[in-house]
């Protein structure tokens, strides 16, 4: 979750630019500007720092990933603030509102509204969608048979790593640790109006809290990422305002139906294909985004 390129680059033989201008700003993505730097392993030899991460911030964070891991479905409801920072105007501070429902292990569906976005994405198991609601453009192309397998191919394949996509990993411990070099526990603070063990870890690029919820499920409730390498130390912060366990969802959730009058990018692409030229309706629009 915490180590992504900060711009999408799309390899010979991967999936289209078009395929990257819809996924980059995907409902499960965070804005460019929210979308964390480039991973970064850290430096081999004499010169490594030696990993230091706290007991009880280790301990916690394998309670909440074993309560997701555990979960075969779930709901939730993010809000997103998230800095926009230009070297010729004053620093700008966004929001977006996300929604992500998922169905272990081949399934997911979310959208994002705000300012910056108003798109949506769904994953049946065998193919992903993309429709961007304000355009009425939408895509759909191969993907593996498994939402880990899927977010891995839009890593590897565009570059593009999303924060609350983590949350959706059959192990999200391992994805969200992997890099860490520093974890301290900092004691129970509030997020999204509960009580919270509140723990703060330190990657090469970047320096990153979580809240998980300090009562019987421990659940995320807040995340927040500082990007300290870059100009202007942007954050993103995502408050998880509303969990559901045991979504009452169908099915029919999970299955695409592009909007009346909705035009569809043409790819020839598949997850593991080469692509036929993008269509000019999917150049992205000049301006939205900005990352964690």
Known sequence: MLSAPAVSKVAPGSWPRAVAVLLAALAFAAPAAAQAPAASEPPKGPAARPRQVDARCDEIM???SALLARTPRFALEAEE???????????????????????????FAADATGDTLNRAVVYDGHTLSA?????????????PATIDATLDAIEDRLGIVVPL??????????V???????????????????????LA????????????????????????????EEPGVPQYS??????????????ELFRFEPPEGATRVETGASAGGSAAPASPKADPPKREEKKP
């Open 238 to 251: 995502a408050t998880i305002r509303r969990w559901t366990l045991k979504p009452a969802f169908t099915d």
């Open 176 to 198: 969200l640790m992997e890099g860490v070099l520093f974890g301290e526990y900092r004691g129970i603070h509030l997020a999204a109006g509960v009580p919270c063990h509140h």
């Open 81 to 107: 603030v998230f800095d926009e920072v230009s070297e010729s105007a004053p620093r700008l501070q966004l929001t977006n509102v996300r929604r992500v429902a998922v169905a272990r292990p081949d399934r």
């Open 165 to 174: 996509s983590d949350l959706a990993y059959s192990d999200p411990y391992a």
């Open 131 to 143: 429709l961007d609601k304000a355009r009425n453009v939408y895509l759909a192309v191969p993907a």
């Open 201 to 228: 870890f330190t990657q090469e690029e970047i320096e990153w809290q979580i809240w998980i919820d300090a009562g019987d499920e421990p659940l995320p409730r807040k995340l927040l990422i500082a990007y300290v």
């Open 62 to 64: 394998k309670k909440m």
